[in-house]
């Protein structure tokens, strides 16, 4: 989630984040073979079905439906989010990773205390997320006179073991094919 702007508040942090989004959404499409290329990798992988579905599509629907219950409503879509912020953002889901050397690790141990008092301290279930796979016939028009056709297959399915080996046979597909 986006930090809020300095200087800004609140709801015209949540204001802008949408405009951001929309604006990623559309420097996405304007690639459409890059965006095909992942919707279609998203079938049989699961790094691109999520990255699909937080970047594609399914995240352009959320927010154009975020966008208008933020323009009817923007106290309840604010509260929405800082409901999930405590649900996020809590003790026992918060993980600190740090690179530096031994008097910054120190020095970051000792502010940990005083940080963590204003987390909350609650255990929520942990919830199983079964992300979308996209349509498996789908069409994309855009204003091109060059045409793209994707095409995958899952090795899995196939009974292929995935190795490193795959690489080179990969390599050596995307510059033949």
């Not at 800082?82 to 600190?96: D, P, S, Y």
């Amino acid at each position: 989630m986006k930090k809020f702007y300095e200087g800004e508040s609140a709801m015209e942090s949540i204001k802008n984040a949408i405009i951001d989004a929309k604006q990623d959404f559309k420097n996405i499409c304007s690639n459409p073979n890059g965006y095909l290329n992942l919707r279609s990798r998203a079938y049989n992988d699961l790094s691109a079905r999520y990255q699909n579905y937080y970047t594609g599509l399914d995240y352009n629907e959320f927010i154009t439906k975020l966008e208008k219950e933020y323009n009817e409503n923007p106290k309840a879509v604010f509260d929405k989010l800082k409901a999930v912020r405590e649900k996020t953002f809590g003790k026992k889901n918060l993980t600190i990773f740090y690179s530096g050397n031994q008097s910054g690790q120190d020095s970051l141990k000792n502010s940990l205390s005083s940080f963590t008092l204003n987390l909350n301290d609650n255990t929520y279930e942990k919830v199983s997320v079964d992300l979308p796979v996209p349509a498996k016939r789908e069409a994309f028009t855009i204003n091109s006179q060059a045409q793209s056709l994707y095409m995958n297959s899952s090795l899995n399915d196939a009974g292929i073991e995935k190795s490193g080996n795959l690489k080179v046979m990969s390599k050596l597909l995307e510059e033949k094919y």
